[in-house]
């Protein structure tokens, strides 16, 4: 049991965490001036959070029952994304750990797949193939299986940051739930950023009850706190100087040899395709050049990829383009989707895009979901359009990441 603490250590201890709330306010609000951003009311009040629930749960007065986990949600553009890695580069601490959720899912699917095999193996007899399905032993295997894998990916780590919080597939509300309450038991600050409020995590009706369980963990043991200045920072017009990452690119549409040329491009020819299998599924690509990569967008978007293809690619090619994208009379559902699910994993490992689109290509967004149309027509403001209109607004470049 531990010792009870003097007045005097709690005075000092208390003196201490408010040094540390000081400290990470003060390199958030010094870094946001380096980069040329004028943060709002809405922002300084989720410094204040962050940088207060952080500080309380580093303080050795810390790890409390009180709810210093903190679910950030609001809609696209709004600075959550940039918030939190302000933030999480100024914690004082080693033992901290930032990651895309969607990275990170998929990391804990395969290790969970590989260390439940091995758990099976261990305790199935031969010639049992199923004789053993809903076995007490199997199922016990099974979750130790999975709690080891998610113990694996997150021991040792005091602070831990999911960008883009979100559950969209039924087969992955069990694992978040575990994945979720091991966090929470295990004493690790969670800070999510989220696109949704939390009683929209797999918003389909006929399966949304399998997330219930999460939810309420949620709302039991975390802030949930939606930032929301009614302002899309993307649509801020930047100097090229100030770009970097995605937002190096370019929207264009049709563009023409001359277009082409002012970007540093030319048309690839046929000599130049390349055929890639990136995990199960072979992809053309128009051509490779060192580090960039140009796709064609029926190669890329309407065959069968998927997003473990992009986040392979996306390690040895930092700067894509897809022509050829179409507009709404000849977008398939399949096509925007994959579309969509490509420019997530650029955006997010902040991989430059220029893409080149049809008439009409916006409009197809409104096949989308409200909330998924509203990130993807954010994500392309932080594109250069040469100042064309989308939706009645001149997009540019992005002032603060989602």
């Given at each position: 049991?531990?010792?009870?603490?003097?007045?005097?250590?709690?005075?000092?201890?208390?003196?201490?965490?408010?040094?540390?709330?000081?400290?990470?306010?003060?390199?958030?609000?010094?870094?946001?001036?380096?980069?040329?951003?004028?943060?709002?009311?809405?922002?300084?009040?989720?410094?204040?959070?962050?940088?207060?629930?952080?500080?309380?749960?580093?303080?050795?007065?810390?790890?409390?029952?009180?709810?210093?986990?903190?679910?950030?949600?609001?809609?696209?553009?709004?600075?959550?994304?940039?918030?939190?890695?302000?933030?999480?580069?100024?914690?004082?601490?080693?033992?901290?750990?930032?990651?895309?959720?969607?990275?990170?899912?998929?990391?804990?699917?395969?290790?969970?797949?590989?260390?439940?095999?091995?758990?099976?193996?261990?305790?199935?007899?031969?010639?049992?193939l199923g004789e053993t399905r809903?076995?007490?032993?199997?199922?016990?295997?099974?979750?130790?299986?999975?709690?080891?894998?998610?113990?694996?990916?997150?021991?040792?780590?005091?602070?831990?940051?999911?960008?883009?919080?979100?559950?969209?597939?039924?087969?992955?509300?069990?694992?978040?739930?575990?994945?979720?309450?091991?966090?929470?038991?295990?004493?690790?600050?969670?800070?999510?950023?989220?696109?949704?409020?939390?009683?929209?995590?797999?918003?389909?009706?006929?399966?949304?009850?399998?997330?219930?369980p999460t939810i309420t963990t949620?709302?039991?043991?975390?802030?949930?706190?939606?930032?929301?200045?009614?302002?899309?920072?993307?649509?801020?017009?930047?100097?090229?100087?100030?770009?970097?990452?995605?937002?190096?690119?370019?929207?264009?549409?049709?563009?023409?040899?001359?277009?082409?040329?002012?970007?540093?491009?030319?048309?690839?020819?046929?000599?130049?395709?390349?055929?890639?299998?990136?995990?199960?599924?072979?992809?053309?690509?128009?051509?490779?050049?060192?580090?960039?990569?140009?796709?064609?967008?029926?190669?890329?978007?309407?065959?069968?990829?998927?997003?473990?293809?992009?986040?392979?690619?996306?390690?040895?090619?930092?700067?894509?383009?897809?022509?050829?994208?179409?507009?709404?009379?000849?977008?398939?559902?399949?096509?925007?989707?994959?579309?969509?699910?490509?420019?997530?994993?650029?955006?997010?490992?902040?991989?430059?895009?220029?893409?080149?689109?049809?008439?009409?290509?916006?409009?197809?967004?409104?096949?989308?979901?409200?909330?998924?149309?509203?990130?993807?027509?954010?994500?392309?403001?932080?594109?250069?359009?040469?100042?064309?209109?989308?939706?009645?607004?001149?997009?540019?470049?992005?002032?603060?990441?989602?």
């Amino acid at each position: 049991m531990p010792h009870p603490t003097s007045p005097v250590q709690g005075s000092i201890l208390r003196g201490a965490s408010r040094h540390v709330r000081h400290a990470i306010k003060q390199s958030v609000e010094i870094r946001a001036t380096s980069e040329h951003l004028q943060l709002d009311a809405r922002q300084y009040e989720t410094i204040d959070l962050l940088s207060g629930n952080a500080a309380a749960h580093l303080s050795p007065l810390g790890r409390s029952p009180g709810k210093n986990h903190v679910y950030l949600w609001g809609p696209p553009g709004r600075g959550k994304t940039w918030l939190l890695g302000a933030v999480f580069d100024a914690l004082p601490t080693e033992r901290k750990l930032r990651v895309h959720f969607h990275d990170f899912f998929r990391d804990l699917h395969a290790t969970a797949h590989k260390a439940t095999t091995v758990a099976l193996e261990q305790i199935d007899e031969p010639d049992s193939l199923g004789e053993t399905r809903g076995r007490a032993d199997r199922v016990a295997a099974r979750t130790s299986a999975i709690e080891r894998s998610i113990e694996t990916m997150l021991g040792g780590v005091e602070v831990l940051c999911f960008d883009e919080f979100h559950c969209n597939d039924p087969g992955d509300a069990m694992l978040l739930a575990r994945t979720v309450k091991y966090i929470i038991d295990r004493g690790i600050l969670l800070i999510t950023t989220s696109n949704y409020p939390p009683e929209e995590l797999l918003s389909d009706e006929y399966y949304h009850h399998l997330v219930l369980p999460t939810i309420t963990t949620i709302r039991e043991n975390m802030t949930v706190h939606e930032l929301d200045a009614q302002r899309d920072y993307r649509a801020i017009e930047r100097q090229a100087a100030q770009r970097s990452g995605f937002s190096m690119g370019t929207l264009l549409r049709s563009p023409d040899s001359g277009d082409l040329e002012r970007l540093g491009l030319t048309e690839p020819g046929a000599v130049d395709t390349v055929r890639l299998t990136p995990t199960s599924h072979e992809i053309r690509a128009l051509r490779i050049d060192g580090r960039q990569i140009w796709f064609g967008f029926p190669d890329l978007c309407e065959a069968l990829t998927s997003t473990v293809d992009y986040l392979k690619l996306v390690r040895d090619h930092d700067h894509w383009i897809i022509s050829g994208v179409p507009g709404t009379e000849r977008m398939t559902p399949y096509g925007l989707r994959r579309l969509a699910n490509v420019i997530d994993v650029l955006y997010d490992h902040q991989v430059r895009l220029d893409m080149f689109v049809e008439d009409g290509f916006t409009d197809s967004f409104n096949h989308l979901p409200e909330l998924e149309a509203a990130r993807l027509r954010s994500r392309i403001n932080a594109l250069d359009t040469g100042n064309e209109q989308i939706s009645g607004t001149t997009t540019s470049l992005e002032g603060v990441h989602s």
